[in-house]
């Protein structure tokens, strides 16, 4: 029973007392010193991957730590739609935690960088097995606590103005969503999530129109964290200045917080049937196709790598927002599919782009004529990766972009079911225009080039392994799709 | 009746003579008087507390041999025994948190009078919190005043005799308002004691007698206690007040005195006028309306100011704006969230002045934000108890803070007229309060290539680090396992009828 508790106090455990007693225990030369760290933390990362899995195999029951208030238990229970979630964090969470031992060489503050980590790590285990909205909120709240320190780890006046708009953007967006929270309270008869709502049906008729707005303003503030329009702009501001591997976690898995807690909230306490037809489900849609389509223009138009991907970002979320605001089962499916695949692809690009900066220091689109030759191995996999973001056969997006516009056209929306897909067509279309050059400049820098001045510069095993281990994952969601659909589909008809 | 009864009068008596004795006693044997009597006070209460839990009524206890109309009396239950216990807590570790400062900022030979204000303020603290007659009442809140003029006015610098001027000038006006009110209210009943006023009140209002003059008594008593503690826009004098004097006088101005006051206004709200009665004026919504502004400009002078002691005293200001909302919201609920605030502010802000403290000794003694960058790594024990603090006010789940606002928000959601302005106003105020705290932890974790400033190890402050820790940890318990407390305080409350 206790094993739930694991994989959460663990990592948020070792992470605190990395913070507070690393730096003054340790005797030793720098080097030395920065060997054990890496092993310590290293080890650390290990042991909560291992617990997370035990705990999502073994453990069935939900457990209740402690009463906030008489009726707000603290709880956790792992479902399936949990479990998703918390496995791509795991996977995420280890090849960037052993991206950042070879990346974090070039960085100051160390141990408090893996003291981080590790927090986040918890909390990210802990939202994902939460078992009810306070739980949740809880650790959404401590969530951007925890990995605010991500953001602003190098100090600088830019790193700390990042960080604090990240903060006020996620605080803000939190309460939003924390006013939704006390209607709920008020109007329903338990917090717990359950698979197609929560809510009273003598509430419904009553306040229905009222519960809709309150959705809404849920759904907004909530959206914050998934950088839906119009509360995007701090994902490009905090993400890029982040150092790549934390970039490729809050990308990859925190922002997906944001969009747990959106499926959370309507599958899970307003219910896709109230919210079906209404004239937030439209607002929703509208403001996901914006989203999808802004995002992509404004990375296409971004000559930094970091924070074109950032950009990119921004319009990929909005696709698994899409899915889930279609609320069918195949753009369901599609949504999560896209999850997962968002979740390995954009890892592995802000690894690349890691990659890219810890070697030769260049962080600007045009600066990377020729690192194709220079650095075959990591161009390779942002190639394949970026094939998959746009949607090529075989790849994983290909198989979510698939469920997502097919969900659209069958839902029966006056315009949007058309629209949908066409706005997914034309942003597939600039996604391939902001991540193909890099490729085509980097494989053929063309005749006037310098050749004589190219080296061989690709990373150490740490580096190349993990965005190796991402991209054949990638890989295989789309040539293996059948495993994961037949897991959606079990999530998908329960909610529905 | 059994013996436990006394304890209330024990203690203002006790405090009150200790005040006396220490003004004989060299400086060391003051303060020891003081520690031990804040501690006896407290172990009173704490028995008190239980005795009347396990009673579950509340009793009153004759002072002299008079009865009911004509002697004075002293009243205790649930509310009343739990208050002075935690305001014994509070004035405890402010006191040991601020101590070593006392030695730098009061010339040595005035220590001895510094014991004897704050005992005596103890002493009106706990008067206010028993008595049962309007008239001690009145008294007290005007020993209060003297001894936090004292407070605010020993550290002799020219800033703090102008804030306890100022201090002075308010206060008066205030418990003047207090007494006009007083003295209506005398002339409508005939009485002075609490419960005597109520039931001809009650009389009047049923038989619709002087109805104009009783809302100008009832009024004219709640803005004097508003002025007193700061409700915005009466709040002029607080900054400097808690911005200058010594950080104990700062911490215990603002988690007790204001506190006190208000207190006292519940009790009128309850025992004098009669809950209902005093819902179905209109004061409730102006104090409604002053509250959601105090919410909101306390916050923005906050964020204006460039000095960490002033910031805190602003973001005071916003604070006793939600507890005025909380009354105005006139419903049990409201009054709940607003005692729970009481208690949860106490517990934060005095932890954030003795953090603060901490921080400036080792920015070399200043207070602009530019000079405390960093000072987390100087003084770590002070930095994190600043952001635990500080996280408290903004509200994050597991601290004190969060449970006060989920208090207030579900009090908000069962008044269909108010609701809305109420979550707006609240949510806006935790943005802004969220931007001015987080500004100020984000200042203090920013790190500093080269410091010319010294830092400070665990083993040179153990006394104050040891507070720090008392204060986190209170304000954890407050937001982990509030349900005592509110079913405590719901208690009290049935007591009060």
């Known amino acids: ?192 999530f359950t698979a197609g709502g929560v809510l009273n049906p003598s509430t419904v008729a009553e306040h229905g129109s009222f519960l809709l707005l309150v959705a809404f303003v849920m759904i907004l503030g909530f959206g914050v964290k998934a950088g839906m329009f119009p509360m995007h702009a701090w994902l490009p501001t905090a993400h890029p200045v982040a150092p790549a591997p934390a970039s490729a976690v809050l990308s990859a898995v925190i922002v997906k917080a944001g969009v ?60 698994i927002l899409f899915g889930l605001a279609v609320m069918n089962d195949t753009s369901l499916t599609g949504g999560l599919l896209h999850v997962l695949a968002h979740g390995f692809i954009k890892a592995v690009l802000f690894l690349c782009a890691g990659a890219i900066i810890y070697t030769t220091g260049k962080t600007r689109v045009d600066e990377l004529r020729g690192i194709g030759k220079e650095m075959p191995l990591t161009i390779w996999c942002y190639t394949i990766v970026s094939l998959g973001l746009i949607g090529i056969p075989p790849t994983g997006g290909f198989i979510s972009k698939w469920y997502l516009a097919t969900g659209s056209l069958k839902s029966g929306l006056p315009i949007l079911d058309v629209l949908g897909p066409v706005i997914l067509l034309v942003s597939a279309l600039l996604t391939a225009g902001y991540l193909l050059p890099v490729t085509i400049q980097g494989f053929f820098p ?38 994961i659909t037949d897991y959606l589909t079990a999530i998908v008809s329960a909610v529905l | 009746m059994n013996f436990i009864c006394n304890f209330p009068f024990f203690s203002i008596l006790l405090s009150l003579f200790s005040g006396t004795v220490c003004s004989m006693l060299p ?173 001809s009140v009650s009389l009047l209002v049923a038989n619709g007698e002087y109805q104009i003059p009783l809302i100008v008594s009832v009024a004219l008593m709640c803005v004097g206690l508003c002025i007193k503690s700061a409700l915005f826009p009466f709040h002029a004098w607080l900054p400097d007040a808690y911005g200058y004097s010594t950080v104990s006088s700062a911490a215990i101005l603002s988690s007790l005195v204001s506190k006190g006051y208000i207190f006292l206004l519940i009790k009128i709200i309850y025992r004098v006028i009669g809950f209902d009665i005093f819902n179905s004026t209109r004061i409730i919504d102006v104090l409604f309306v002053f509250g959601l502004m105090g919410m909101i400009f306390g916050s923005i002078s906050a964020i204006r100011e460039n000095d960490i002691r002033r910031m805190i005293a602003f973001s005071s200001v916003a604070q006793i704006g939600y507890i005025y909302m909380g009354f105005g919201m006139g419903t049990q609920a409201g009054m709940v969230a607003s005692i729970f605030h009481i208690l949860s502010h106490a517990a934060t802000k005095s932890l954030l002045f003795i953090a603060a403290i901490g921080l400036t000794d080792v920015s070399n003694g200043s207070r602009k934000f530019i000079d405390l960058t960093g000072a987390a790594y100087r003084n770590k024990w002070a930095g994190a108890a600043f952001m635990a603090g500080s996280l408290s006010m903004v509200g994050v789940p597991l601290f004190s803070g969060f449970i006060s606002k989920l208090l207030f928000s579900q009090a908000a959601v069962q008044v269909e007229g108010k609701m809305l302005a109420s979550l707006i106003v609240l949510g806006i105020s935790t943005v802004l309060n969220a931007i001015y705290f987080m500004k100020t932890v984000i200042r203090i974790y920013t790190p500093v290539k080269e410091s010319s400033y010294s830092g400070i190890t665990f083993r040179e402050m153990k006394g104050y680090a040891v507070v720090l820790v008392c204060f986190i940890v209170l304000n954890v318990i407050l937001g982990v396992s509030s349900q005592p407390v509110v079913n405590m305080i719901e208690q009290g409350l049935a007591m009060f009828a």
Not at chain 2, 34 to 59: C, M
Request: charged content about 10%; overall charge positive; hydrophobic content about 50%.
């Open chain 1, 446 to 483: 063309g005749a006037d080039y310098d050749y004589g001045k190219l080296e061989k510069q690709e990373p150490s095993k740490l580096m190349t392994v993990p965005i190796l281990i991402m991209t054949v994952l990638s890989v295989l969601i789309g040539l293996f799709p059948n495993l």
């Open chain 1, 1 to 192: 029973m206790y094993l739930i508790l694991l994989p959460i106090l663990f990592p948020i455990l070792s992470g605190a007392i990395l913070l507070i007693f690393f730096r003054t225990s340790l005797k030793g030369n720098e080097k030395a010193k920065r060997k054990t760290l890496v092993i310590i933390s290293g080890s650390l990362l290990v042991i909560t991957a291992l617990l997370t899995i035990t705990a999502l195999l073994t453990a069935k029951e939900s457990f209740t730590l402690f009463y906030l208030t008489e009726t707000l238990p603290i709880t956790f229970a792992i479902d399936a739609t949990g479990t998703l979630f918390s496995l791509l964090a795991v996977i995420v969470m280890l090849c960037a935690g052993f991206f950042s031992f070879a990346y974090m060489k070039h960085e100051d503050h160390e141990s408090r960088y893996y003291g981080y980590y590790l927090l986040v790590f918890g909390v990210l285990n802990a939202l994902c097995f939460a078992g009810n909205l306070i739980t949740f909120y809880l650790f959404f709240e401590l969530l951007t606590l925890s990995s605010m320190p991500l953001v602003l780890h190098n100090g600088s006046k830019e790193a700390v103005m990042a960080g604090l708009k990240y903060l006020f953007y996620s605080l803000c967006g939190a309460y939003a969503a924390l006013f939704g929270i006390y209607f709920i309270y008020r109007n329903s008869t338990t917090l717990t």
């Open chain 2, 27 to 199: 400086a060391k044997a003051a303060k020891v008087v003081n520690r031990v009597v804040i501690i006896t006070v407290g172990i009173l209460s704490a028995i008190l507390l239980l005795y009347l839990l396990s009673t579950g009524e509340p009793f009153v206890y004759w002072m002299g041999h008079f009865p009911a109309p004509w002697g004075n009396e002293i009243r205790a239950g649930v509310l009343e025994a739990g208050m002075a216990l935690f305001f014994c807590i509070i004035m405890y570790l402010s006191m040991a948190g601020g101590a070593h400062k006392l030695y730098g900022e009061v010339v040595e030979s005035k220590h001895n009078l510094y014991y004897i204000l704050v005992n005596l303020l103890l002493c009106s603290l706990l008067a206010l919190v028993y008595t049962n007659d309007m008239f001690t009442a009145y008294v007290f809140v005007e020993i209060n005043t003297i001894s936090a003029c004292g407070l605010i006015m020993i550290r002799q610098v020219g800033r703090t005799i102008e804030a306890a001027v100022r201090y002075m000038i308010m206060s008066l006006l205030g418990s003047g308002l207090l007494l006009f009110g007083l003295c209506i209210m005398y002339d409508l009943t005939g009485h002075l004691l609490m419960s005597n006023i109520k039931e």
């Open chain 1, 260 to 319: 747990l807690a959106i499926i959370r909230i309507v599958y899970y306490i307003f219910g896709a049937n109230f919210l079906r037809g209404s004239w937030m489900q439209t607002a929703w849609i509208c403001l996901t196709l914006i989203t999808i389509f802004m995002g992509s223009m404004l990375a296409y138009r971004e000559p930094v790598l970091k924070k074109r991907l950032a950009y990119s970002t921004v319009s990929q979320l909005s696709y």
